[in-house]
Structures are given as C-alpha cells and as structure tokens.
C-alpha cells in the first residue's frame, strides 16, 4: 500500500512539475513575441550631435561622462547613438559598445535627474527602452556564457524595469501616486505604453507585463462627468474628456485618437497572448471610432473647437487619412468578428478618399455640452458651457500652447463648406469674434487657461438632442471669470444644410464702456461679397477692402460670401451688423508659444478675413439676436429662400426660443415651464425646463426631449390640440445616460 501510495506522489509530482514547466514556456513564448514586435522600433538619437568616438572619450571608468552630469538628453542622444551604431557594428566589434551602454545606463539610471513631465515619462522613457531592445539578445546570450556579467545585466534590466514604474508614478512614491489623475490616463497612458511594454518584455517577468497590462484595462470603461467628478476617458455618449480642470473637455482631436493608435498597437503586439485584449475591449475601440472620431472631421479638417490646445498651428488640424488607416488596421489584425464590423466598412468606405469624406446625420454629445450636425455640404460643430463642461485649454505661460482660446467653448460654431474655410483665416482672427460666440470687444492679450481651469461655468442649464438629421443646442451663457461680465441665453437649431441661432437676454455683469458682439463668422475671404441690408443692395468686390456699419436691421436681410449665405432676422432691440472685408497681419508667436517670439519676422503672415458680427452696443439691455448660416447655396437660391421659404420663428425671449422648419416640426427650448403656441391652435406645455423637438401627422405626435439640467427625474409635456389634451410623463434618463434624450409617442386620433 505504502509502495502504490509513493508511486501516486511521485506521478502527481510529475505531472505538476511537467505542467509547471509548460506554463512557463508558454509564458515566455507569450514574453518573446510582445518583445519580438516591438524590436528594431523608436531608436532615433535627439538632442545632441555627437560621434561615437567622442561619446566613448568622455565615458568614464563608473559610467559617467566627464563633461557633464547626467541629463535626459544623454539617453535620447549619446546613449541612444552608442546603441544605433551598436545596431550597425559586426559582431566582433560590439563588446565594446554593448559594455559602454551597460554602464553608461547603469550610472545615469542611478543618478538621474529630477523627473519633468512630460519629457522623461514619454520621450526619455521610450528611447530607453529602445536602447535595451537593441542589446537585449546579445546581453542575454552575455549573461548565460559569462557567469561573471550576469550580476551587472541583472541589475542592468531591474534598474530599467524601476524606471519605468518610477515613470508611470510620475517621480513619486507609489504610496500617493493617483492613477486617475489626469498625467495618468488616456492620451498620457498611450504616450508612455509602448516603453512600458517593450521594458516589461525585456524584463522576463509575468508580473511586470501583468502591471502594464492593467493599466491598459483600466482605460477602457466608459466615463461620466458631473460637476464634481470629471474623470479622463470615454464617456457614454461617445465624447473624450482630458485636462478637465475646469469641467469635461471634449479632446478627441489630440489625446483620444493619440490614445487609440497606441492601444491599437499594443493590442496588435498581445494578441494571442495572456495579455491580450478581451472581445469588449477589442469592440470598444471600434467604437471609439463609430461613437466618436468620426463625428469630428469634415474633409479632412478637423472641428478647430475641439482641437484643445493645438488649434492655432500653422498646419490646422486634419485626419490625413489617420482614421482609414487605423480601421483598415483594426478590422485586418482583430482576432474577433467585431459587433459593428459592417458599420466600420461603411465608415472606411466614406473615408476613402479623405479630403472629401463627410457623414450625413445629426449628433448632440450631452456629456460635452457639444452638437455636431454634418451633411455632405455643410458641418456645424457648437461648442457650449456649463458646469460640467469646459471649452479648449491653453498651457500655462507665456510660452503657452493655444494662447488665444479663452473663449473657445462659449457657443463657438464652426462652420464648414469645404473644410479649409480657417486654415490661413485664424493668423488674422479677432479671438473675440470667434464664429458663434458672444462677447465683449475689450483690447490687449486674452487670458490664459491652462487645463480649461478658468473656463468655469456657473450655469447649469446646457443641453440639447438629435433626431432626424436634426438637432438642438441650447445654455444659459454665463462664465465664472469676471473677465467675461457677460450672460445671455443662447439657442442653435440645425437641419438640412442650415443653422439657425438665436440669443436673448445679453446684459452686463458690471457696467463697462466694451461693445459687446455676436459674430456669426470669420473666415479667410475669397471671392466678392454680396449683400441685400433692410433692402439696400451692394457688393464688396474681390480685393477690395470695405469695413461696413449697418445701423438696426428693420427687414430680413442677407450676405452671400463664398458660396455661404448669412440672413439676419430683425430682433426687438436694435443691433447694428458689422461687415468686414480686409486685410489683416499676425504673428503665429502670438497665437502660440511654440513659435519663437525672437523670430518674428518669419512668424510675420499677412491674410484676407471676412467677418460678419453683430454689434449690441456698449450698454445691451436684454439684447437679442436672430439669424441664420446656409452654406453650399448659390446666390439666386438665396434669393428665392428669401420670398416664402424662410422658417417660422415663433418665440425668443428668456423663457423659451422655438421656431418652426416645416409644415410639421417644431424646435423648442423651455429654458422655464410654460407654454409655446404652435399652428391651428396648437399649443405645447411642459411644467419643466426641457429641450424638445416636435414632429406633428396626422395620426401621432413624436416628442424627443432631454433635460438641460442634467438633474431632473421627470415632469409632464401637454399638447393642446384646440379639441383635446394629450399629457404624458417625462421620464428622462438618469445614471450614465442623464442629459441624454427620450422619445415621447402621442395618439392624436
């Protein structure tokens, strides 16, 4: 018995110990392939020139230079040139070279210098790792033929690895490292992620590859913000928020897709092994795309009020054919059928030829306070404010990125006919007179808001919804940096190739002696301008420059610029529209710090603006406007939609703003409960504040409404229809989805 039993043991044993060593051969085969596809990658030397020879004079017996002490351009340049021309060099001739950069790194590893971000966790940390791929198979082989080197390239490889933790906890103790902090997510992950995975597969260890790879999960759940919690990442309605130091910034224009094509090359490189990414996770960077990116371009160009802080270089932001590219990678190198795989081919097929690629549909993003409305000749994207929300940020000095952007969110309205409508406008743009926005004229250097921190709003009210290739955007207008001194309400209602916007309620904080504007436009010039003002006609010929007051617009009134047509609506306070065709000169320097201010001659560009604002004086007392943008219409269209084919507008005062498009559909703000009289005695009522689209037949009455609060559980709408009364509840979306619409189903028979 005692015999069998011992027998028994020793099988198990066996068997335990032969499993053991298959798992582990699986893990390492797992290691060696993450290692494999990131080998030969990011070895570029920067930051000093200098040869090889005298890098190898300067290196000292401990591994310092005599020259200088250690600094973060030593990796990226001395050390990073030891190990290009190591890459280069016949076996017989790398001893040397692979020795200088084992102590070279050992020393500056062990006396590094203080950690700044973004530059050592991103750039001094991806050249490192790019270092140690290149010698890792020959340090391999080193430490198993000499047993008297292993010590120094274990050492060599743990140093590496702590670095890089000591990298992803921003030069702090882990013990008050915060992952949700916003140098810690997103964008700032993906910038670091392709180091720490090449050094955690140099490492050998499963655990180190198990840390980076939790990191990645951790950024793939969807977020919600709230006044008081602005997390980083993918939020329930598509948005990316970052740098949410004033409320949610919407940053897929920079940190959100810069986070996708680094997950989508890591993703790429696990595949098929232990730290591979899940079905959920694979299909949620397919809708990063669907539910996200693909809403923010028009013909290449990117919405410059959701570009961040990079909406003031000289190269405007654009696509490129980045979004093509990616999802033909992401659909080629998927190990699974994704969900919406036939939506992806519809995408990748519009963006087939990038510089024409638009959408046809409607989007109101209810996390970023953001309405984007898109057709194959026109695109609206209006950017809003509320307490959740911020607009673009700047950094922080005068060396800031995106200097001029203070006003970037306030109803900003980018309008797009061909997409380049900005390019060379925004050199010569008054960044008080942004397109869609309202705001004193006050003179010198705007100021700064770094992370959108004095972006702040004090208004809850911000909403709006999407149905049917059509959309609202409504908010109370009202900043908490005194700079502003500015409230008003704030409507834009979009369908077809239209926008129509209409304010009321614009008064001062504090009395100033500042005109306050809202500007429907400011483009780059190009061609004659045409206009039709209380009946006067006249045209501004091309190269002609011409600055024009219009004094209270009595009669509908129109400019026609570059195939774009403005109609103004009279209003019952007078405002005086403005209407400049000139030349004007800037300073890139001036737009942002990453030009040199010493170099301004070559910063120095001169360009032709077309500007159209409306004046509400110095002292608007509960001033309004009303008007309305076309672009992709000829000019003798214009002026038959002037006749009879104009929309209705029914109400804009403090308590509602509500038009009518067509025979049946009406566009409503509630900014108060009350009640909008429609046509044939009809009326609606809501006993809430409710933003809400109306489509009438003959049969039913479909309501879509959303909460501009973000806070109600529920209310009652009426309709009135002269014969009978119809109410329903409202029971609008809470949790993940509050500020998102519902649709409402009335029988009318």
Not at 496 to 507: H, T
């Amino acid at each position: 018995m005692n015999r069998i039993h011992t027998i028994c043991i020793t099988f198990f044993a066996c068997l335990l110990l032969s499993s053991s060593a298959s798992s582990q051969e699986n893990v390492n085969a797992d290691i060696q392939k993450i290692r494999t596809a990131h080998q030969g990658k990011k070895l570029s030397a920067k930051g000093e020139t200098i040869s090889t020879e005298k890098i190898l004079s300067l290196l000292q017996e401990d591994g310092s230079f005599s020259d200088e002490t250690p600094h973060t351009k030593h990796i990226r340049g001395r050390i990073t040139q030891l190990a290009i021309d190591y890459k280069k060099a016949k076996q017989a001739n790398k001893e040397e070279l692979r020795k200088a950069i084992y102590s070279s790194l050992q020393y500056w590893i062990n006396h590094r210098p203080k950690y700044k971000f973004p530059r050592v966790p991103f750039e001094t940390l991806r050249a490192m790792a790019a270092i140690e791929l290149v010698i890792y198979n020959d340090m391999i082989k080193e430490r198993e033929s000499n047993p008297a080197m292993a010590g120094t390239i274990d050492s060599l490889i743990q140093s590496i690895s702590e670095f890089s933790h000591w990298c992803w906890y921003n030069g702090k103790s882990p013990k008050v490292f915060d992952k949700h902090e916003g140098h810690n997510r997103g964008g700032n992950v993906g910038y670091r992620l392709w180091g720490m995975t090449a050094i955690a597969s140099c490492s050998g260890n499963e655990a180190e590859m198990d840390w980076v790879h939790e990191i990645v999960k951790e950024q793939f759940p969807r977020v919600v913000n709230t006044p008081t919690d602005l997390p980083t990442g993918f939020t329930t309605d598509g948005s990316w928020i970052q740098h949410n130091a004033g409320g949610a910034q919407n940053y897929w224009v920079g940190y959100g897709v810069h986070w996708i094509n680094h997950v989508l090359n890591y993703a790429e490189a696990t595949k098929g092994t232990q730290w591979a990414l899940t079905e959920k996770e694979w299909n949620t960077i397919a809708d990063y795309y669907l539910d996200g990116i693909q809403w923010y371009h028009f013909k290449n160009r990117a919405a410059l009020n959701l570009a961040g802080r990079h909406n003031a270089l000289k190269k405007a932001p654009a696509d490129n054919g980045d979004m093509k590219k990616k999802i033909s990678k992401l659909l080629a190198v998927s190990p699974y059928t994704l969900e919406k795989e036939a939506e992806l081919k519809t995408l990748l097929h519009k963006q087939r030829t990038t510089h024409t690629a638009t959408l046809d549909s409607t989007k109101y993003f209810w996390n970023t306070d953001l309405l984007i409305h898109s057709t194959p000749n026109a695109y609206f994207s209006i950017k809003m404010l509320s307490n959740r929300t911020t607009g673009c940020e700047t950094s922080e000095s005068e060396r800031a990125h995106g200097k001029n952007n203070f006003f970037s969110g306030d109803g900003s309205t980018i309008i797009y006919r061909n997409g380049k409508e900005y390019d060379k406008a925004r050199i010569g743009w008054n960044w008080r007179a942004i397109p869609g926005i309202t705001a004193l004229q006050k003179n010198g250097k705007l100021p700064l808001s770094p992370w959108g921190r004095e972006s702040k709003s004090k208004n809850q009210f911000a909403g709006g919804l999407a149905a049917n290739k059509k959309g609202i955007a409504a908010f109370q207008y009202n900043r908490k940096n005194s700079y502003v001194n500015l409230q008003a309400n704030k409507a834009y209602f979009t369908y077809d190739n239209v926008l129509l916007a209409l304010g009321n309620s614009i008064r001062k904080n504090n009395n100033d002696d500042f005109d306050v504007w809202t500007t429907l436009n400011q483009s780059i010039r190009n061609g004659s301008i045409f206009y039709n003002i209380n009946d006067k006609k006249g045209k501004i010929k091309e190269g002609k420059s011409s600055n024009l007051k219009f004094k209270d617009i009595k009669k509908t009134s129109w400019v026609y610029h570059d195939g774009t047509a403005y109609l103004i609506f009279p209003t019952k306070k007078a405002s005086s529209l403005l209407l400049f065709a000139e030349e004007r000169t800037g300073n890139w320097a001036d737009l942002d710090g990453r030009y040199a201010t010493n170099n301004k001659e070559n910063q120095l560009e001169e360009t032709s603006i077309f500007q159209l604002s409306l004046s509400h004086g110095k002292h608007p007392d509960q001033a309004d406007y009303s008007y309305m943008v076309i672009p992709g219409i000829e000019l003798n269209v214009l002026k038959e939609i002037c006749k009879d084919k104009l929309p209705l507008i029914i109400q804009n005062n403090d308590e509602q703003q509500a038009i009518q498009i067509d025979t049946n559909t009406y566009m409503m703000v509630f900014y108060k409960k009350g009640s909008v009289s429609l046509k044939d005695g009809i009326s609606l009522e809501s006993d809430v504040p409710v933003i809400a689209m109306l489509s009438l037949n003959n049969e039913e009455a479909v309501l879509q409404v959303s909460d501009p609060l973000h806070q109600q559980k529920n209310g009652k709408i009426k309709i009135n229809t002269g014969n009978k009364t119809l109410e329903s509840n409202i029971d609008f979306p809470q949790g993940i989805n509050v500020g998102k619409s519902t649709e409402i189903k009335l029988n009318l028979k």
